[in-house]
Nanobody, 123 residues
Framework: VQLQASGGGLVQAGGSLRLSCAASGRTFRSYALAWFRQAPGKEREFVATISWSGGNTYYADSVKGRFTISRDNAKNTVYLQMNSLKPEDTAVYCC?????????????????WGQGTLVTVSS
């Protein structure tokens, strides 16, 4: 599976952005998909994950209620809708894929990674 993220940019605090991650491969629907982020000087952290069917999701506490992960298996794309953005959301956001039906949250549970897209939230 090859992944390519897009949609990052500069936004004011309180604003919204939607990230997209396009995947290649006919077995896209066999993978749980997730978003991670890495802020300057910090370790990469889990943001959200969605099951292969899209029926189950899980979020980091820091984004719960503000971010929504979704997927369109017909388009081989996963999305991250980010609302009520805060300066502390500033980071490079990466999408990742993990084969199977679980909802993994650990960095090392994901074998496939896309390149990151930068999100900058100004105060």
């Amino acid at each position: 599976v090859q992944l390519q993220a897009s949609g990052g940019g500069l936004v004011q605090a309180g604003g919204s952005l939607r990230l997209s991650c396009a995947a290649s491969g006919r077995t896209f629907r066999s993978y749980a998909l997730a978003w991670f982020r890495q802020a300057p000087g910090k370790e990469r952290e889990f943001v959200a994950t969605i099951s292969w069917s899209g029926g189950n999701t899980y979020y980091a506490d820091s984004v719960k209620g503000r971010f929504t992960i979704s997927r369109d298996n017909a388009k081989n794309t996963v999305y991250l809708q980010m609302n009520s953005l805060k300066p502390e959301d500033t980071a490079v956001y990466c999408c990742a894929a993990s084969y199977g039906s679980s909802l993994p949250t650990g960095l090392y549970e994901y074998a496939y990674w896309g390149q990151g897209t930068l999100v900058t939230v100004s105060s």
